[in-house]
């Protein structure tokens, strides 16, 4: 299979490759530029895969790799309205926890662009909120210190979502 067919296709299409090859840098080049609507059952399968356990909770899918849990909300929508990553701790330690996993998080669910999101993540240090539009998501950080529960919280908003956007 060649370099030039895959950059068509999309991560998740490697199923007919009987050539027995793994094509994974022409895939992930593939993945991180050009958006892929995947469902959210299809975000969590790719969680799943990846070692994340995952569950439910309400209108939520919820998969958890060490102290981040990954949100991604559940419905009909061509794909996931909201992916939210969650940790508790201190603001530099929930903040350093989620970046450890923030770039596989987007890749497996085919935010894009990842690559400006996850630095843009990493400038944040210090902050208790901020906000990015990037390509078709609205990104929010919030770091909550005075708490029962202090962490951090990095929510992803599908900008192009026009109904049942959000949980109720």
Request: with cysteine; charged share 15%.
């Amino acid at each position: 299979m060649s370099t030039a067919l895959l950059i068509g296709t999309t991560a998740c299409s490697s199923d007919d490759n009987t050539s027995g090859e793994a094509p994974v840098a022409a895939t992930n080049a593939a993945a991180s530029t050009t958006p892929s609507d995947l469902s959210a059952a299809q975000v969590v399968a790719g969680l799943t895969g990846a070692g994340y356990k995952c569950g439910r909770d309400g209108d939520y899918a919820i998969c958890t790799t060490g102290p981040v849990a990954v949100w991604v909300l559940t419905g009909n929508h061509k794909r996931p309205p909201v992916v939210s990553l969650h940790s508790l701790g201190t603001a530099a330690t929930a903040t350093a926890e989620i970046g450890k996993v923030l770039p596989q998080a987007l890749e497996i669910a085919h935010v894009v662009p990842a690559r400006q999101i996850t630095e843009w993540f990493g400038q944040q240090a210090g902050k208790s909120t901020a906000q990015l539009t990037e390509g078709d998501w609205q990104v929010e950080l919030s770091v909550e210190t005075d708490t029962d529960e202090p962490g951090a919280h990095l929510s992803l908003m599908d900008r192009l979502c026009k109904a049942d956007c959000a949980a109720e």
